[in-house]
């Protein structure tokens, strides 16, 4: 390392470092937001991650992305649907904006001092302290696949945690967000044989004094309405991120 | 025996008029120009003549017997020169083995005067054909075996299908339709029952079918007494029956057909209509000639699946390879294909591969099911990984008597891929950043996420496809794996209820791929982090 700075705490643990050219710290721009059912986060920038929680506290939270510059939170205010299951009973959002340190314009959000970090070209931004006055610590990872998903079905009745799935384990939830980038909610209605696909993937928060935590669920259905209906779990096809919002 | 009842009505021929008088009722203007119908030994021919006048059966109806032409065998009961019968009138007669029985000419008229009241209106004049022989397999009657692939003879035994006005047999040619013999396959001998016999497509197997022919029957006549049967390379094994029958113009469809003529059933292989190979027992009673279809036997070449695979911490790895082309000795060969799982759940899964390049059936078959390979095919063989770390799934691939074995196997878990209980939360040097209210935002004791690249793929990835690789910059290879860098791959495709990527890290490399398990071709987003 030539130049630049260098922090990797104990146990590995990455801060930053100069090395990684191109690397831009994840700045929390915005929020926490109180989102609206499909209706694009406000303050999102293609290129930015949505972090999210339930508003409530608990609940599933999805998030769609068929559209990637215009992502939207899916929790309408219905627990099934048509079907029963047109929905895994998501509930409102609170939200973050995260996004990449050198497309932040915003500058004295925590005073005129602190620490800026240079990329090599000299401008661009790999870290400013003055970009924010909020921090987002990554508490929880499970790489891609790890979860073997499904969950049942929420009109059914019981509730089965599956043990794989538990990402994160803690009552305390108030500061807890998940990448959402990692979602997906999906429904297509094919227009001639009228055969319906869901799929969803996105994070259960589970509070009270069994296993809380904050949890994944993934499943897809098939639905030849009126004949046939199928259920498939559905791992996690991208890593998760489970961070605290420290501020 | 059958008995074949012809019911038909005189037509308008005036007698004592040469050359129009007593026109010959044809059996069949394309099967069967020459005579009225055949019948073998044993079998009963009753004529049932109506005389239709003014729209109405009328009158008497008459069997005329001549000295101009031989009538013998005359009709049962006919002692003198004619006999008279209330219209609709019948005759019939049992065909013997004689020579006199080959053929027979009866004359019919009817009692309507013509406008010459010397002569009478209508008349008409029936010929009988006997057909002789008894149908051989391989020049004999007994039963055979015959691999797939191979062929049979087929062909008669003291042949004849004598025409008295003639003078000779009635004969054919290649091209032409009438005054054949058929063979026909079926699948079950005669009076099975739940299922009946049905005939056996046997032009519809690959290189089977009669030589000469396109449809079902092999054909024969009297100066070509042989026809060669292939057996198609898949017509499954087992036992078949094979008949010799002679044309009906009785049955369905054909010339003489009508509702008060019998036999019905199908002019051309009807069961009443068979030659027995004993050349008695004729009819229902026609025994089969009988051979049984196998597998031939052989060896073939090994398939090769390639060297086992360490699939590093990528779970589910993914294997698609090829057996290499697979030949067989004899090239008529055709080995049993299937899959199984040696260890763990290898979901292996095989397809046929055509030399060129084609594929018999695009889907994969998966374990449980065979499939038989032809000499100069390959396999393609697909498998999966285990689910698991530490774990190893092994597929194999059968092919005739030999195998190949793969294996996947995963390496441990990396140790940070789980950070909760790895990020150090007591240290108190390095470098602290806090806002305004005090709390720390930055540095030691959080772990913080960098944005390494976000981007969108170039193009698209084909169903159950593979992307290109695509580079993680800045970090070493160490640091991919899910603990130091996360991949996030974002599904663009609209209108699409299912989303399946999957993600695999190249080990000891910065690279990484992306496997469209979805049902078409899509693209993507990715972001990757540094954390």
């Known amino acids: 390392m030539g130049y630049g700075l260098k922090v990797i705490g104990g146990n590995d643990t990455f801060i930053i470092d100069s090395d990684l050219t191109g690397a831009r710290h994840l700045v929390v721009v915005a929020g926490p937001s109180t989102s609206t059912h499909n209706t694009t986060y406000t303050g999102f920038a293609s290129g930015d991650l949505i972090f999210a929680k339930p508003l409530s506290g608990s609940g599933r939270i999805v998030t769609s992305w068929t559209d990637p510059s215009n992502p939207k939170p899916i929790h309408p205010n219905n627990s099934g649907g048509s079907y029963g299951y047109d929905y895994p009973n998501s509930v409102q959002q609170s939200y973050l904006v995260v996004r990449p340190s050198d497309n932040v314009t915003a500058t004295d959000q925590n005073g005129g001092y602190g620490l800026t970090v240079f990329d090599t070209n000299g401008t661009s931004k790999m870290y400013d302290s003055r970009q924010t006055s909020k921090g987002l610590d990554i508490v929880a990872l499970k790489g891609q696949y790890q979860c073997p998903g499904g969950m049942e079905l929420e009109s059914g009745g019981g509730t089965t945690f599956v043990s794989g799935n538990h990402i994160y384990a803690g009552g305390t939830l108030t500061n807890i967000y998940s990448c959402m980038n990692s979602s997906n909610s999906n429904i297509y209605v094919h227009p001639f044989t009228g055969y319906i696909n869901h799929s969803y993937r996105g994070y259960m928060y589970r509070t009270g004094s069994t296993d809380p935590g904050v949890y994944y669920f993934g499943w897809e259905w098939l639905i030849i309405p009126g004949v046939y209906a199928q259920f498939f779990d559905a791992r996690n096809i991208n890593d998760l991120i489970i961070g605290e919002l420290v501020s | ?531």
């Open chain 2, 1 to 531: 025996m059958t008995t074949y009842v012809v019911n038909f009505t005189l037509p308008e021929a005036e007698t004592n008029i040469q050359n129009t008088q007593y026109p010959i009722l044809v059996g069949d203007s394309t099967y069967l120009p020459d005579c009225t119908i055949f019948v073998k030994a044993g079998d009963t021919i009753r004529y049932t003549v109506n005389q239709v006048d003014g729209g109405s059966n009328t009158g008497n109806v008459i069997y005329q017997d001549t000295t101009n032409k031989d009538t013998d065998p005359d009709p049962d009961g006919v002692t003198g020169n004619n006999q008279t019968k209330t219209s609709p009138g019948s005759w019939e007669y049992t065909v013997g083995t004689g020579n006199e029985d080959k053929f027979f000419t009866w004359f019919f008229y009817g009692s309507v005067s013509a406008t010459n009241p010397a002569n009478k209106k209508y008349s008409q004049r029936v010929q009988t054909v006997r057909v002789d022989g008894a149908p051989r397999i391989n020049y004999g009657t007994s039963a055979v075996n015959v691999n797939q692939g191979g062929s049979l003879t087929f062909s008669i035994s003291g042949m004849g299908m004598y025409h008295e006005d003639n003078g000779a047999q009635l004969d054919s040619a290649s091209n032409l339709n009438k005054n054949k013999l058929y063979f026909a396959v079926f699948d079950r001998p005669h009076g099975s029952t739940n299922p009946n016999p049905s005939v056996v497509l046997v032009q519809n197997y690959t290189n089977g079918g009669w030589v000469g022919s396109t449809n079902q029957l092999g054909k024969i006549w009297t100066s070509s007494q042989t026809v060669t049967l292939n057996i198609g390379d898949n017509m499954p094994t087992g036992t078949y029956y094979a008949y010799l029958t002679h044309y009906n113009p009785l049955g369905t469809g054909g010339d003489l057909a009508n509702a008060s003529s019998s036999p019905i059933g199908n002019p051309f292989y009807g069961s009443e209509n068979r030659l027995g190979p004993n050349g008695s027992s004729h009819g229902n009673s026609a025994a089969a000639l009988q051979f049984t279809v196998q597998a031939p036997t052989g060896t073939n070449t090994t398939p090769s699946l390639g060297d086992n695979i360490n699939a590093g911490t990528n779970l589910s790895y993914p294997v698609d390879t090829n057996s290499g082309t697979i030949t067989c000795d004899p090239t008529t060969f055709q080995p049993d294909v299937f899959t199984s799982n040696t260890t763990g759940s290898a979901a292996a899964r095989f397809r046929l591969k055509n030399s060129n390049g084609t594929y018999p059936t695009t889907s994969y078959t998966g374990v449980g099911t065979t499939l038989q390979l032809t000499s100069g095919q390959s396999v393609d063989f697909k498998m999966t990984g285990p689910s698991g770390y530490s774990d190893t799934t092994t597929g194999r691939l059968t092919i005739g008597s030999v195998f190949d074995e793969l294996s996947v196997t995963t390496s441990a878990a990396a140790d940070d891929s789980d950070t909760d209980a790895l990020v150090d939360t007591s240290s108190d040097w390095g470098l602290i950043i806090k806002n305004d209210a005090g709390n720390q935002i930055f540095g030691t004791g959080q772990k913080q996420g960098h944005v390494l690249v976000a981007a969108s793929y170039s193009g698209t990835v084909a169903s159950n496809g593979t992307s290109n690789p695509i580079t993680i910059p800045g970090i070493i290879a160490s640091e991919n794996i899910p603990g130091r860098t996360a991949i996030l791959i974002i599904d663009k495709q609209a209108n699409t209820g299912r989303v399946n990527w999957i993600v695999y890290r190249t080990s000891n490399a910065t690279t990484f791929t992306v496997y469209n398990g979805n049902a078409e071709a899509r693209t993507f987003d990715y972001i990757v982090l540094r954390h």
